[in-house]
């Protein structure tokens, strides 16, 4: 759909063709839908990126399939979309994990001795997870709630903890179980009721 300037994608498309481009978050959140909004509003709400890093201004990093590590704000053009889809997001692929490697040691770096870094993304698949641990160890985390949840699920956890400003409980992803049964469904998230004047 954004490869085609019309329809649902319209705004976003015609954005992805011009020298501005459009912010990468907004790119992902149209692909991803809930689970990448969920993933935004939670970083938006509880990121606490160290402030003399103008870099990690937004405190939310997106892993992309050849550019490593990239903020959420950074704006993308169609040519760099096409460029991702000619990159295969492997474990054993050096052209996606050879940038996420250089970044993540860049991050910590920045980072120094202090803070952690949340994984938002699949605890469960070792391509991103692999080269995290890695350079981070102990101090990458994720969400406990994350184990056998999928994506719309964990979207739509992280959308709910953002709106309520209630951080989720965190755990290292070394030596955690990452892979479990499903929990239950999330509830119905309550309806409004329009009042009357």
Not at 5 to 22: C, F, I, M, N, S
Not at 47 to 71: F, K, M, Q, Y
Not at 146 to 172: H, I
Request: hydrophobic letters at 40%; glycine letters at 10%.
């Amino acid at each position: 759909m954004l490869l085609e300037p019309r329809g649902d994608a319209g705004l976003l498309a015609r954005q992805l063709r011009t020298r501005e481009g459009a912010p990468l978050g907004d790119v992902y959140a149209f692909v991803s839908s809930l689970y990448f909004r969920g993933k935004r509003a939670y970083a938006a709400k509880f990121a606490r990126p160290p402030e003399d890093v103008p870099w990690l201004a937004s405190g939310a990093l997106v892993i992309t399939p050849n550019r490593g590590l990239v903020p959420v704000t950074t704006r993308v053009c169609l040519e760099h979309l096409e460029a991702f889809a000619e990159t295969d997001i492997g474990a054993g692929e050096p052209a996606f994990r050879r940038p996420l490697a250089r970044d993540a040691a860049e991050l910590a770096r920045s980072l120094g001795d202090v803070g952690d870094v949340v994984l938002l993304g699949s605890i469960a698949s070792t391509k991103y997870v692999e080269p995290l641990l890695e350079v981070f160890g102990e101090r990458l985390l994720f969400p406990a709630a994350f184990v056998g949840r999928g994506d719309m699920s964990r979207g739509g956890l992280l959308l709910r903890a953002a709106a309520a400003n209630e951080e989720l409980e965190m755990t290292p992803v070394r030596g955690a179980r990452r892979r479990g049964t499903r929990p239950p469904k999330l509830p119905p998230k309550p309806k409004l009721r329009a009042s009357r004047s």
